[in-house]
């Protein structure tokens, strides 16, 4: 199943009067996630303390008004988190222990945009009481990240892990094998599993689990027809020396965009560290009218090398990047460049693992969140 449209944020009660009738409608129909919401809160704030007997359905049907069915599925939400557990015989408990789910990031450290992304997702998830195993591999050479990240898999689950986001490792020469082994691990587990970012390429894998991300090619798009439509004829593409499966997407859009405009010529990519100095020789005797960055940091690059050799930038040469972390408003010129929602991309990556749990055999979703043109000095001609 894919979404296109933004994501619409989790409903959670404000209060006790949080909009149930006596008949038991709220807006229409009962929320059964309204009441567990509620509950959930109350059992976090303190309410019912770990080990206390916990209300019954009977109990909650009269407190909020609601059928029976309704508060069956409430206490079920909550045995999902791991905030209570029922006792044959005898009731319904709160537990001692919170629900954990796997966070699996290769690449935190070497992408600017994934820092707030988890830290965002992980302030959302204390406030609804769920911990986080992070397995933490950045640091790790190319060739040492298999049996890391395979080893983190396999303990989450040991661990008892409730579900998983994953960014599948995307580079390295054993990047899709790796991917393949981490995810079997977990679905053989039957350990529902968020795919982050970036997508896998086999279609096994978008059958088989849940994916959030933004649409890297519209993003290659997006810049190009906007450099384009600043007189842009003659346009380079910067990257880091291994491009990632997000990066190659954003070229595709970027000749894409080329190739929707006559006159409009693609100048070849560059900018690798290793031949910056190739590059810069390169732009001396044939620069290019725009430089489309794959990152805000690969951007802040282009602009020191274009100094260097005596091009100005927005007169000569237009740069724009992606990301819109911090550095693109600390340089100068300002960078023009795609700001990544990131805060929404944790929020529906939370949200769509809780659904996942509620709906285990559904369709699996594709979630593709809108990027916006966020133009600063580096285009303003």
């Not at 929320?31 to 109350?42: A, F, Q």
């Not at 007189?231 to 910067?238: D, E, L, N, S, T």
């Not at 997407?249 to 405009?261: H, T």
């Not at 031949?275 to 960055?293: F, G, H, I, M, T």
Request: glycine letters at 6%; hydrophobic letters at 45%; a positive charge.
């Amino acid at each position: 199943m894919s979404i296109a449209c933004p994501f619409k944020a989790m409903k959670t009660a404000k209060s006790v009067g949080i909009g149930i009738s006596n008949d038991g409608k709220s807006d229409g129909s009962v929320k059964y996630r309204e009441v567990s919401d509620l509950l959930r809160k109350e059992i976090l704030a303190g309410k019912y303390s770990p080990g206390s007997a916990f209300p019954s359905l009977k109990m909650i049907c009269r407190r909020f008004g609601v059928s029976y069915l309704t508060a069956v599925r409430a206490t079920e939400a909550l045995k999902e988190l791991g905030l209570v557990m029922a006792k044959n015989g005898v009731g319904t408990f709160v537990k001692r222990q919170m629900m954990t789910v796997g966070l699996v990031m290769p690449m935190l450290k070497q992408v600017e945009v994934y820092p707030p992304i988890c830290q965002e997702f992980s302030r959302l998830c204390l406030e609804k009481g769920v911990s986080i195993d992070f397995a933490d591999i950045s640091a790790l050479r190319s060739d040492r990240v298999r049996p890391v990240v395979v080893a983190a898999a396999r303990r989450m689950v040991a661990d008892g892990v409730a579900g998983v986001v994953f960014h599948p490792v995307d580079f390295g020469d054993r990047a899709d094998r790796t991917n393949r082994e981490v995810l079997r691990i977990f679905r053989s587990a039957k350990i529902p599993v968020v795919i982050l970012d970036a997508d896998m390429e086999s279609e096994s894998a978008r059958d088989r689990f849940d994916f959030v991300g933004v649409d890297n090619f519209e993003i290659g798009k997006i810049v190009g027809r906007h450099v384009i439509e600043h007189g842009a004829k003659k346009i380079a593409f910067a990257a880091w020396a291994d491009m990632s499966a997000n990066v190659r997407r954003r070229l595709d859009g970027l000749m894409a965009a080329i190739a929707q405009k006559r006159g409009v010529t693609f100048a070849g990519s560059g900018l690798y560290l290793q031949e910056s100095a190739a590059l810069a020789a390169k732009w001396r005797r044939s620069p290019p009218d725009a430089v489309v960055c794959s990152s805000d940091l690969v951007a802040a690059n282009v602009l020191k090398l274009l100094q260097r050799i005596g091009k100005r930038c927005p007169r000569d040469i237009l740069v724009t990047g992606v990301d819109d972390v911090n550095l693109a408003t600390l340089v100068s010129p300002t960078i023009t460049t795609v700001r990544q929602p990131c805060a929404e991309i944790a929020a529906t990556v939370l949200e769509t693992l809780f659904w996942r749990f509620d709906n285990p055999e559904k369709d699996k979703r594709r979630i593709m969140l809108a990027a916006d043109l966020v133009v600063r000095e580096s285009t303003a001609r």
